[in-house]
């Protein structure tokens, strides 16, 4: 077995907002029937975390649950349990028409922390980031500069961005230009 | 820049988070079809002045197809819905008509 890396070794860069690669995380897509009573038990179990409701994450004691499209969330919990959370959501949801697949290393996740975070990501993003529009709980796929990207607000007024593994790189460069010091925006 | 809100999550999502995808409401015609068929599904497209309607794709977001009816000439936009369906509901098509009452597409008015 080998050793998993994530994509940037957990690469960090301080300029008026402080943008992290939080290194590895567990991640399953999860396609099926949202309205379903045996789908929610099993993302439930599998998380702690209640069915979030549109373009809302939620969380649980084991983990994060995304609302990605009317019919797809992502399920964020640690990453040496995705295998077997994949396991159960198949056991739990056989005979249901829903696929669960461990896609942890496939993406990559940032943390962006720190005054102007929400300038920083206006800057890349076509999303209203005022406090009132996005607030803690909400989620959004949108696109961060020319790559698609999915990003919410935690409590502290954090964020957290998932992006594919293969534009890492491209997108930790695209967020460190825009928090550079003297960028600031001191807009939103 | 046009903003569409998509019917699947609810965004009101620029161009830049979208994808163009075309002539809405396209009857497909396969291997099987004439000639004269295929050539049409093909290649024969409205190019109108005016009410238009075209599918899009959440691309940036959600990733769902969905329907637009809008202005080619004002960019009005009269309203998105839902890919599963053969034609505008009929909420869109009365927003057209109460402001171009004569207005017609394809097989619709
Ligand atoms: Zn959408």
Redesign the pocket.
């Given at each position: 077995m080998s050793k998993a890396v994530s994509a940037l070794n957990g690469a960090s860069y301080d300029g008026f907002v402080r943008v992290s690669e939080t290194g590895l995380r567990g991640m399953i897509t999860l396609r099926g029937d949202l309205g379903s009573k045996k789908l929610a038990a099993a993302v439930k179990a599998a998380t702690g975390a209640a069915m979030p409701k549109q373009r809302k994450i939620t969380k649980g004691a084991k983990g994060l649950v995304a609302w990605m499209?009317p019919d797809e969330l992502l399920l964020v919990v640690a990453y040496a349990d995705a295998g077997e959370v994949v396991a159960a959501l198949d056991a739990a949801l056989s005979g249901e028409h829903a696929l669960a697949v461990n896609v942890s290393d496939a993406r990559a996740v940032f943390r962006l922390e720190g005054a102007g975070v929400r300038d920083v990501l206006a800057k890349t993003c076509p999303v209203d980031l005022a406090k009132d529009a996005f607030g803690a709980g909400d989620l959004r796929?949108t696109r961060l500069a020319q790559v698609p990207a999915a990003f919410w607000a935690n409590e502290d007024d954090s964020f957290e961005l998932v992006c594919f593994r293969s534009v890492a790189q491209y997108a930790f460069d695209v967020l460190k230009v825009s928090a550079q010091p003297s960028g600031e925006v001191n807009f939103l | 820049m046009l903003t569409l809100q998509?019917p699947?999550?609810?965004?009101w999502?620029e161009e830049t988070e979208l994808h163009a995808e075309g002539e809405a409401h396209l009857k497909r015609f396969g291997p099987d079809s004439s000639d004269e068929e295929f050539e049409t599904y093909m290649f024969m497209r409205e190019n109108p002045k005016g009410v238009h309607f075209e599918r899009w794709r959440?691309s940036n977001?959600?990733?769902?197809f969905?329907h637009a009816a809008r202005s080619t000439t004002t960019l009005e936009v009269f309203g998105t819905y839902s890919a599963q369906t053969y034609e505008p509901p009929q909420e869109i098509k009365d927003k057209i008509s109460a402001k171009y009452p004569n207005w017609s597409w394809r097989d619709f008015s």
């Open positions: 499209s796929r | 998509c699947y999550c609810g965004v999502a959440h977001g959600c990733g769902k969905f």
